[in-house]
């Protein structure tokens, strides 16, 4: 299973938006609503932070949005804060039940 | 809350079995919604899915097609815990394994509770 491609790094002020997008394919993010996305600080597991594509968990920040447009899934961080600085990994469902994950891309806030 | 405590040793010989556990406290590894799964990172792998066990009825597992041919996925029910056996293990497994449960086994990828991570080396 190839993984999915997302940015290497991004970077953003405080305070403004910043995208991350991860592309998949017709087998995996564009036939599938199991995507989600997690944030990792250094030497820290990963948190999850948007499931189903579009769904907070229970005390994760409403900054924190995600978005889907064919093979393509986004997370969109608004109000950039300085925490907010760690890497970012896409997931999702694929076709023959397993799952594959996007190389990450890490948030610089500037 | 749930917990999930890992144990295992952190150094393996090319050629060994790799072999971790992962105790669960607030969840039961029989939950008929939830899975537990077995993740590892390393600097040239990235993230990577290895496998899981769930209950319904009976027990099930997936494994990634990456690691099919050497890889056992445990529960064991009497200790509320389960176990990942990494066979023919290379100095390429060298990775933090992680243990995580997903909540509902229908999406497959909501990983919500991960264990601490143990670092595996495979060096003789």
């Known amino acids: 299973q190839s993984a999915l491609t997302q940015p290497a790094s991004v970077s953003g002020p405080p305070g403004q938006s910043i995208t991350i997008s991860c592309t998949g394919t017709?087998?995996?993010?564009?036939?599938?609503?199991?995507v989600s996305w997690y944030q990792q600080h250094p030497g820290k597991a990963p948190k999850l932070m948007i499931y189903d594509v579009t769904k907070r968990p229970s005390g994760v920040s409403n900054r924190f949005s995600g978005s889907k447009s064919g093979n393509t899934v986004s997370l969109t961080i608004s109000g950039l804060q300085a925490e907010d600085e760690a890497d970012y990994y896409c997931t999702s469902y694929t076709s023959g039940t397993t799952v594959v994950f996007g190389g990450g891309t890490k948030l610089t806030v500037l | 809350q749930v917990q999930l405590q890992q144990s295992g040793p952190g150094l393996v010989k090319p050629s060994q079995t790799l072999s971790l556990t992962c105790a669960i406290s607030?969840?039961?590894?029989?939950?008929?919604?939830?899975?537990w799964n077995w993740i590892r990172q390393s600097p040239s792998r990235g993230l990577e899915w290895l496998g899981r066990t769930y209950y319904r009825s009976k027990w099930y597992n997936d494994y990634a097609v990456s690691v099919r041919s050497r890889i056992t996925i445990t529960p064991d029910t009497s200790k509320n815990q389960f176990s990942l056996q990494l066979n023919s293990v290379t100095p390429e497994d060298t990775a933090v394994y992680y243990c995580?449960?997903?909540?509902?086994?229908?999406?497959?990828?909501?990983?919500?509770?991960w264990g601490q991570g143990t670092l595996v080396t495979v060096s003789s």
């Open positions: 017709s087998s995996d993010v564009g036939v599938y609503n199991s």
């Open positions: 607030g969840d039961s590894v029989s939950s008929k919604s939830a899975a």
């Open positions: 995580v449960r997903d909540p509902r086994i229908t999406s497959a990828v909501t990983f919500d509770y």
